[in-house]
Nanobody, 122 residues
Framework: QVQLVESGGGLVQAGGSLRLSCAASGNIFSIDAMGWYRQAPGKQRELVAIVTRGGDTNYKDSVKGRFTISRDNAKNTVSLQMNSLKPEDTAVYYC????????????????WGQGTQVTVSS
């Protein structure tokens, strides 16, 4: 059973910083890509940042230069450093793992974390 556990959300003033972390647990052999999505009230879930196993990254335009994604392949973890936060960054942030392969698994699966709230006050 593969699970993603997130931590690090909270309340911060505009201009502040937060760091989100996510750890994948289970009998995992490899994960193709890990990333973060977010969903604000009344809006669709959107990609914030994602990183491949090889280290290639992709960011939502509005967070470029402010957010940095990193991952540790050996530990199956991914982090999102968020600086210069703005009220419009307020959302529930979800960790995402794409192409998870397990030791006794046929094929691959995708997994989502339970979500962590990030609130940026003006």
């Amino acid at each position: 059973q593969v699970q993603l556990v997130e931590s690090g959300g909270g309340l911060v003033q505009a201009g502040g910083s937060l760091r989100l972390s996510c750890a994948a647990s289970g009998n995992i052999f490899s994960i193709d890509a890990m990333g973060w999505y977010r969903q604000a009230p009344g809006k669709q879930r959107e990609l914030v940042a994602i990183v491949t196993r090889g280290g290639d990254t992709n960011y939502k335009d509005s967070v470029k230069g402010r957010f940095t994604i990193s991952r540790d392949n050996a530990k199956n973890t991914v982090s999102l450093q968020m600086n210069s936060l703005k009220p419009e960054d307020t959302a529930v942030y979800y960790c995402y793992a794409n192409g998870v392969r397990g030791v006794r698994m046929v094929g691959s699966i995708d997994r989502w974390g339970q979500g962590t709230q990030v609130t940026v006050s003006s």
